[in-house]
């Protein structure tokens, strides 16, 4: 059954890469019925840039042209971007909620407001498209910057959100832009992120149980254009079905945005939708006792895995610009 045929929950792709779009391949994947979406972030591009030669000719080319390391990149990110927004495109049209394509930006801008709105205003404009999101860090000052870029019509996802406070201060904040906008049909999603709290502790449930209480909570809101979206959904270094961090993670209103390998993962394993979220209040509660009693105090957790995935970002971003330092001009 095509996915479209079924709107409990969104799917969307956490991957953007030249050879796959220009093979067809995401074409195919959204002709399908089951992708509605994709999401891209400095990793991504990262791993894109440096594992495929497609890149390497524009790269020598716009270096020729003079253009520094963070040109190029956008450059290479934007084109990207804008191709994929044209797949989607037509799923946009026909539902007004999916069919995003996300571009993140700049993580050392995290801190900074003003430079975090000039560049998302920037990206947006260059990449010409209607159904693009700009991906911005819940930080104290990406708060802000949601809401003022919101509030120019352009719609927001929320990222690297670990804890409920960082799903609530987002949320209200591009709801207080959507209020200030002459466009009321803004779009945005909030992106809770999951297995890095299984990772760090060991547990096959905290990341469940933590998107759990912000799922429910983030519901009781009752924000028209606001959706959670389920982040960092990829299965790493155990046994757990590639497609678990999904069907355990169904639930209306949703989106999940998850790698090329977890989504064949689902699509193979044909399950029956069910809806999986919120759990009990009590199994909640289970599962958070367990891990404390396992010694992981989930504040500083939460603290860390937010540090960790900020500079991961900008580990990223500095990765690409050494690749491009390294590419010769022929």
Do not use: C
């Not at 095509?2 to 409990?8: A, D, F, L, S």
């Not at 003079?66 to 290479?76: A, C, D, F, S």
């Not at 759990?279 to 504040?299: M, P, Q, S, Y």
Request: charged share 25%; hydrophobic share 40%.
């Amino acid at each position: 059954m095509g996915y479209k045929k079924n709107r409990v929950f969104s799917l969307w792709l956490d991957f953007i890469e030249r050879g796959f779009i220009e093979s067809g391949e995401f074409k195919k994947l959204v002709d399908s019925g089951f992708v509605v979406g994709a999401t891209s972030n400095p990793a991504i591009f990262q791993n894109a840039i440096t594992s495929s030669e497609r890149y390497l000719n524009d790269i020598r080319e716009l270096k020729k042209a003079g253009k520094n390391n963070k040109e190029i990149y956008e450059i290479l990110a934007i084109n990207d971007i804008r191709e994929s927004a044209k797949i989607l495109e037509n799923v946009y049209e026909q539902t007004g909620f999916d069919g995003f394509v996300s571009i993140e930006v700049d993580p050392f801008f995290a801190d900074s407001t003003e430079e975090t709105v000039r560049e998302g205003l920037r990206l947006y404009n260059e990449i010409g498209m209607k159904n693009i999101m700009i991906k911005i860090p819940a930080t104290e000052s990406g708060y802000l910057s949601m809401e003022k870029l919101a509030s120019h019509g352009i719609n927001i996802n929320a990222t690297l959100i670990f804890s409920l406070d960082e799903a609530v201060k987002s949320a209200e904040a591009i709801s207080r832009g959507i209020e200030k906008s002459d466009n009321k049909n803004v779009q945005a999603v909030l992106s809770v992120f999951v297995s890095r709290f299984d990772r760090a502790t060991g547990s096959n449930y905290l990341g469940i149980a933590n998107s759990s209480r912000i799922y429910r909570e983030i519901e009781s809101m009752n924000l028209k254009n606001i959706r959670v979206l389920f982040a960092s959904t990829g299965v790493k270094g155990n046994n757990l079905p590639v497609d678990y961090y999904i069907y355990s993670m169904i639930a209306p209103n949703t989106v999940n945005t998850a790698p090329l390998n977890t989504i064949n993962g689902y699509i193979k394993n044909n399950r029956n939708i069910e809806i999986a979220l919120p759990l009990e209040l009590e199994r909640e509660r289970e599962i958070f006792d367990e891990v404390a009693e396992n010694g992981f105090e989930l504040d500083n957790l939460i603290l860390n895995l937010k540090r960790d995935g900020l500079e991961a970002f900008k580990d990223s971003l500095t990765g690409i610009f050494d690749f491009i330092d390294k590419v010769e001009i022929e």
